[in-house]
């Protein structure tokens, strides 16, 4: 069956018409030549565009945050507990999740504790990820549920854990999340990114993540319905076992969300010298650099794209190490034909990129983490002074200096928001670190495809592309969008060709 989108504006060029056939785009020109088709949709001018790619998302975890207690918005701590008070109030489940809270901005100057969480939800479990979702506050209850968790590294006994302790609470709490739960909300993470134009997600799993289980069944929700494309990675070191599930499950890659460090929020991203709010600390390292020379080391011999979370100059220089040991070993070019990722990435100075560049590594990065958290009173200008906060980030630097970029919300740290994906990163915080902006646009579409080794090597708007595609409820030109920071609603989204959305 032919489609045919007729009377659109492709990039800036009004009055165009594209032909799908088998999943495919088949042709594109001026509409008044265009053939006939089984099916004719009328852009009425809209621009299409080819669709986003979410490089990196939580999908189960975004659903439950759609579908429940959703924090972000909380300008206080006695706001937060009163959104968890009421919502504990109404919901079925028998745990209380939540995510998003951050006590960075709150004038009681503080985050949650258990005793706040115990004083309204009685004796239920309650998992409250904090925004960075690095860290949490959980009830009594759910720390009763948790045998030794008090002996772990990041145990604090007023409830708010991070480290091995925050990863131990979690799976006890998304452990007691039913099948249906767990199904419902990822439909809903599923439809939402579908409805914001989004045609792929790269699914961040792991066995501190998520679970397999999960993973699996975001997989098999998203095959079983006309929706967005989701590949899945899986964040395990190889000697424990990483690789298994990648050929089991046909994944994209052996890593994503494989946690070389935390996150700023939480202090535990790994740095070179102290925090400059917790002088007693630079975080931590997770993983001996021989194991992460090992995984890309088994990675690159079966040919696997390997990935690693590093957030601190620490963290991105062990891994960084460990590739280019593994260059030394086996060469650049069994390396760079694996493309291994870099998530998050944000303290990546001259010599990391230099790297990254020459070893065909891409950076998949979350421009909304600098739109929250940049600045000169950001939290980033907190954590790390006044020095080192401004080279956050550096987008323009890893783009200029030959790196492949891809753009991810990590969802539901931030939102699923690819528009302003695209303006964030172009409108940097620090003046100079931003993309201009198609390369952001071609960031978060065309850098999405290259980074699971999938693009087609004409562009995605080519004939023999696939037909991932988009069309907007705008009569602007890509160019004028961008410029005016606009974020238009999807009339219409295709994947592999299947119409989805209001027109279809």
């Known amino acids: 069956m032919s489609l045919l989108l007729t009377g659109v504006t492709v990039g800036d060029r009004p009055g165009r018409a594209v032909r799908v056939e088998d999943g495919r785009i088949a042709w594109l020109g001026d509409a008044a030549d265009a053939a006939p088709a089984d099916r004719v949709v009328a852009g009425e001018g809209s621009l299409l565009t080819p669709a986003f790619v979410d490089a990196h998302v939580h999908a189960t975890a975004t659903g439950l945050a759609l579908t429940g207690l959703d924090l972000h918005s909380s300008l206080s701590l006695q706001a937060a507990v009163a959104a968890v008070a009421a919502h504990a109030g109404g919901a079925g489940q028998d745990i209380v999740l939540g995510t998003g809270w951050d006590e960075t901005g709150w ?42 968790i008090a002996g772990l590294p990041g145990f604090s006994a007023d409830g708010r854990l991070r480290l091995d302790a925050h990863h131990a609470a979690r799976r006890a709490a998304y452990g007691a999340v039913d099948a249906g739960q767990r199904r419902t909300a990822q439909r809903a993470a599923l439809a939402a990114a579908a409805a914001l134009g989004i045609g792929s997600l790269h699914e961040m799993a792991g066995p501190e993540v998520s679970g397999a289980e999960d993973l ?56 070179s010298a102290p925090y400059t709010d917790r002088p007693d600390t630079a975080g931590s390292l997770r993983f001996e650099t021989a194991s992460l020379v090992e995984h890309v080391r088994a990675c690159t011999l079966a040919g696997v794209q390997a990935g690693f979370h590093c957030i601190g100059d620490a963290a991105v220089e062990q891994v960084l190490t460990a590739v280019g040991a593994v260059v030394d070993e086996l060469g650049r070019a069994p390396v760079r034909a694996c493309r291994h990722r870099l998530e998050h990435v944000e303290m990546a100075g001259p010599s990391a990129v230099t790297r990254m560049a020459d070893w065909a590594m891409v950076a998949s990065v979350q421009p909304a ?64 670190s931003g993309l201009r902006p198609f390369d952001a646009f071609d960031a978060a579409t065309h850098g999405g495809w290259h980074a699971v080794r999938r693009e087609h090597r004409d562009g995605p708007l080519a004939v023999g592309a696939p037909a991932t595609l988009a069309l907007w409820a705008t009569d602007r030109t ?27």
């Open 107 to 148: 004038p009681e100057a503080r985050g949650l504790t258990r005793h706040d969480l115990d004083g309204v939800v009685g004796d239920r479990p309650a998992y409250l990820a904090r925004v960075d979702v690095h860290s949490a506050t959980v009830s009594t209850a759910l720390l009763d549920r948790v045998p030794g």
């Open 369 to 432: 983490f600098d739109a929250a958290w940049g600045g000169t009173d950001g939290m980033y200008a907190e954590r790390l002074g006044p020095d080192r906060a401004p080279a956050c980030n550096p987008f323009a630097d890893l783009s200029d200096g030959g790196v492949a970029l891809a753009l991810g919300s990590d969802a539901p740290v931030t939102p699923m928001d690819p528009w302003g994906g695209v303006h964030a990163a172009v409108d940097h915080r620090t003046p100079g």
């Open 478 to 504: 890509l160019s004028g969008v961008l410029a005016e920071r606009v974020r238009p609603e999807c009339r219409l989204l295709l994947v592999d060709g299947d119409p989805i959305g209001a027109l279809s």
């Open 216 to 271: 699996a069944g975001v997989l098999e929700v998203a095959a079983g319905q006309p929706g967005p494309l989701v590949l899945g990675y899986w964040g395990e070191l190889s000697e424990r076992g990483g690789l298994d599930l990648v050929g089991e499950l046909g994944l994209a890659g052996a890593g994503g969300d494989l946690f070389c460090d935390g996150a700023f929020g939480s202090h535990t991203a790994a740095l």
